[in-house]
């Protein structure tokens, strides 16, 4: 894409984040109930996720892991619109509008340790449970994700533009999702040393060498980092062999347009939307008018070729 285009994929994030960002802090000196018809606002603390889930965890566990995550959906959103084969505006803002909502949610999370809800839609015996603008937004951004993919399904899926199997070349392919894991499992060994080592010397710092205490923070601690260890290594490995099919796949779509060529058999070289090397399409074009001119014999074209001689 464009840098115009990708000022306008980011420009929604940022405008959904600065939104939520003023409206809580509007909804920050709420006092009481103030009802505008089926809408009321009343400040609330939310200690969990959307709509109080994982209110019960323990807070370590709870304000770390989710915390966490927000900066794991960061990653996900960066290389989601790396690998997306198309332009689709509609897709890419959907997605920014998205995360914007959740890292409005985690900067509070992060911030105070709790998100602040302050909407509520309904009756004073039916309702909905409170949300904020964050909140409501991720659902305009979900709707614009799936308007996007039944419009442009044919476009991020062509039938004529796929490949029946995604391990190509299956020992390169293999390697670089491996090598991949490997330098992401070893950055977060090195995260978890340093984070626990630290946060283990603080606790000890504070509270002295409390066993159980130690081990009620430290655990949970322990646990989630594995958790997300896991999600990100997965994570690597699947993208890992998208990048590589989409190295592997013009390699060999190359070498099996030469192996024809070769054969006399004549057809252009059509590489698939996203792939790497998308100049050999070109290089290939030139081997085809190179080979057709030979089986012509036409000397005109060709420099080297010396005149005969009388």
Not at 145 to 157: F, P, Q, S, T
Not at 223 to 241: E, S, W
Not at 249 to 276: H, W
Request: proline share 5%.
């Amino acid at each position: 894409m464009r840098k115009r285009d990708w000022f306008l994929v980011t420009f929604p994030l940022i405008l959904t984040w600065l939104v939520d960002r003023f409206s809580k802090m509007a909804a920050s000196g709420l006092t009481g109930i103030s009802s505008h018809g089926p809408v009321s606002f009343i400040l609330h603390h939310n200690h969990g996720a959307m709509l109080g889930l994982f209110s019960d965890l323990p807070a370590v566990l709870r304000v770390v892991s989710l915390s966490t995550g927000g900066a794991f959906l960061i990653c996900t959103y960066a290389i989601v619109q790396y690998l997306l084969p198309i332009r689709s505006l509609l897709l890419r803002s959907g997605l920014s509008i998205l995360l914007g909502g959740i890292l409005g949610n985690v900067f509070d999370r992060i911030i105070y340790g709790y998100v602040i809800d302050f909407v509520v839609l309904g009756t004073p015996t039916i309702s909905s449970p409170a949300f904020n603008l964050a909140d409501a937004l991720q659902w305009v951004g979900y709707g614009m994700i799936v308007y996007a993919i039944m419009r442009e399904g044919d476009l991020l899926w062509p039938e004529n533009n796929a490949r029946k199997q995604y391990w190509i070349n299956k020992k390169f392919q293999l390697k670089y999702c491996l090598v991949l894991m490997a330098v992401g499992l070893g950055l977060t060994v090195i995260s978890l040393v340093f984070s626990y080592t630290y946060l283990r010397v603080t606790i000890s710092e504070l509270v002295g060498n409390n066993q159980f205490l130690l081990n009620k923070f430290l655990i949970p601690f322990v646990i989630t980092f594995g958790i997300i260890c896991t999600a990100f290594c997965g994570i690597l490995f699947a993208v890992g062999r998208l990048i590589s099919h989409r190295i592997a796949g013009p390699v060999y779509a190359f070498e099996k347009f030469l192996l024809e060529i070769m054969e006399g058999k004549d057809r252009p070289l059509r590489l698939r939307s996203g792939d790497e090397f998308r100049h050999l399409e070109g290089l290939a074009e030139k081997v085809r008018a190179e080979c057709r001119r030979r089986q012509q014999g036409d000397p005109t074209e060709d420099p080297n070729k010396s005149e005969p001689r009388p």
